[in-house]
């Protein structure tokens, strides 16, 4: 990857001339067989211009999941900068999807009462919920819902490489559903930076704008945009490595008394410390980041842990950190 973004050659994206963005956009539209793709800094930012693109009017309402990335962690920015409401809709537990039912009957008829439905956004993986894949037959019925009332469908893929990888099937399959879907090339895909939107033409030629407001224009591009491309054609594949990694440490703390709140299908494990725990709930952060643990919190107002398992932790790794949570729960 390093090799890549030394090597990488160069120009001002701007105005679409960095040969290594157009690469990496064309690659992600050909997997995704959109027809069209945009290079983001952020995944936060292309969430927020794909919704800004779809939503183009005002008055507009976009349907999200309670627990989403989208309504809890993007600070409200389809509100506060998009000005768009969000209709928000409790996901199912034992799925984390939106219900088919709850969102047919959430669609809004034409009245000067209401904000007009414009969009149905879902995440795949949902990261609060467990990091669950949502399967392709679900992807696809909720796409067939949105097109019967003439609304599109956006997916918040951060994750969408880790679902593709546990359900065996392409990205391309999965997300044919949708309109437009946001891709993360960081995390466990291992690229420092960056994220694609692919969808239509009209879709990401008005998220282009957006982008520019938002202050997402970045020029030699290049230089971030090849280790996407390199983190996409090179660490698809090893994202198994992490499910597996994150199955095998949620059956060692639950062997230790700590409360696995779902079996892992990815590779993000929650859990909370058991019932009666002498070891309380501020200390077990910072007490594994004096072992080099560092531990996800603050979910479920504080009661709940995360683990992310990712391309640079390692099996020895891995061991350790059981070692260290499982030694400070005894």
């Not at 962690?73 to 984390?96: D, K």
């Amino acid at each position: 990857m390093m090799a890549a973004i030394a090597n990488a050659p160069l120009g001002d994206d701007v105005m679409g001339e960095d040969p290594s963005v157009l690469k990496l956009e064309g690659t992600l539209s050909s997997r995704f067989n959109k027809e069209a793709a945009l290079f983001f800094p952020t995944g936060t930012m292309s969430n927020l211009a794909a919704i800004m693109s779809h939503c183009d009017t005002r008055a507009s309402e976009v349907m999200v999941g309670a627990q989403s990335h989208l309504c809890l962690f993007e600070q409200g920015n389809i509100s506060t900068l998009g000005g768009i409401h969000s209709r928000q809709i409790v996901e199912c537990p034992e799925t984390a999807t939106l219900p088919l039912k709850s969102v047919a009957a959430t669609f809004r008829d034409d009245d000067p009462h209401y904000p007009r439905t414009k969009l149905v956004c879902i995440e795949n993986t949902h990261n609060v919920m467990g990091g669950v894949p949502l399967p392709k037959s679900y992807v696809d019925s909720m796409g067939d819902l949105c097109k019967s009332h003439n609304v599109p469908l956006h997916i918040d893929g951060a994750r969408i490489f880790n679902a593709s990888v546990a359900l065996n099937t392409s990205v391309g399959d999965l997300c044919d559903g949708a309109a437009s879907v946001s891709v993360c090339l960081s995390k466990g895909l291992g690229s420092p930076v960056g994220s694609v939107l692919v969808g239509t033409k009209e879709i990401i030629d008005l998220a282009r704008r957006a982008r520019k407001a938002c202050g997402g224009g970045m020029r030699q591009a290049g230089v971030i945009a090849s280790a996407g491309l390199y983190a996409v054609e090179n660490n698809v594949e090893r994202l198994r490595e992490d499910h597996e990694r994150a199955a095998w440490l949620a059956g060692e703390l639950r062997k230790s008394g700590y409360e696995i709140e779902r079996e892992p299908e990815t590779n993000i494990v929650f859990f909370r410390l058991p019932e009666g725990s002498k070891l309380q709930y501020d200390d077990l952060v910072p007490k594994c980041g004096l072992e080099g643990v560092k531990l996800g919190s603050g979910y479920s107002a504080g009661t709940k842990f995360r683990v992310a398992l990712h391309k640079n932790v390692d099996d020895k790794q891995v061991q350790h950190a059981a070692a260290v949570m499982c030694g400070l729960l005894k």
